[in-house]
């Protein structure tokens, strides 16, 4: 569900997830942690984090912007997207959706390369979408053209497997464009979050299912993703 400005609005069950797990967040910070690299990061940013000396700022920074306000989020409408994917994956594989916000954001970190800068809140607008055939990843919009080719028609970025997987499905279909449109929707594929393996998998005959390596892979649909509006 989408408001009048397009921007996503999470039901009540998710927020009530979101809210218990932002509370489990704030109590986490109140204690003594060790910084990393030296900083402190917000664990429900995808890049925010802060010097040892401003352990307060983080309190503050997760008080002030993880909040039902801000539906808990603030780094913008695609960390929600993410965060509404990773639900839809619960609810289609009758699992608990937990550490929805902590999870998101290490999907979006392990697939930004290189890294935004540690002091930005808003994301959205230094990121894009790309569709693959392994699933669609959010990257660094500085890296396309440099690091990483795409092909582009008007605002949607996609590789070349990503045509090759939709000209399959458009053969398969014959040329049928609902019957494509509603494969590659409900097609589920695994999206790599902490495993740097090039291989992005392959899909398993008679499943229907990109298989990819490593124990850290997460369940996702092009749909949930992508929703409406890049």
């Known amino acids: 569900m989408y408001d009048e400005d397009d921007v996503p609005v999470i039901r009540d069950g998710i927020l009530e997830r979101l809210q218990a797990e932002a509370e489990t967040l704030a109590k986490r910070l109140s204690r003594r942690a060790h910084p990393v690299e030296g900083r402190h990061a917000c664990p429900a940013c995808p890049f925010r984090s802060f010097r040892v000396r ?94 990483l080719h795409v092909r582009r028609a008007r605002n949607t970025y996609y590789a070349q497997d990503f045509t090759d997987l939709l000209l399959r499905e458009a053969v398969l279909c014959h040329a049928q464009v609902a019957d494509v449109l509603d494969n590659m929707d409900t097609e589920v594929v695994y999206l790599e979050t902490l495993d740097d393996s090039e291989d992005e998998g392959r899909h398993a005959p008679g499943y229907g299912v990109v298989s990819a390596p490593g124990n850290q892979a997460k369940l996702l649909t092009y749909s949930a993703i992508f929703r409406e509006q890049i």
Not at 58 to 86: E, P
């Open 54 to 147: 401003e352990r307060r700022q983080l309190r503050v920074h997760f008080a002030k912007y993880h909040s039902a306000k801000n539906q808990f989020v603030c780094s913008g409408t695609k960390q929600l997207k993410v965060i509404l994917a990773l639900s839809d994956h619960a609810a289609s594989s009758q699992t608990s959706a937990c550490d929805l916000l902590e999870t998101s954001a290490t999907i979006m970190r392990s697939t930004v390369v290189p890294p935004l800068g540690a002091t930005l809140h808003h994301i959205d607008k230094r990121i894009r979408l790309v569709y693959k055939a392994a699933g669609p990843v959010y990257v660094n919009a500085d890296s396309i053209g440099t690091t």
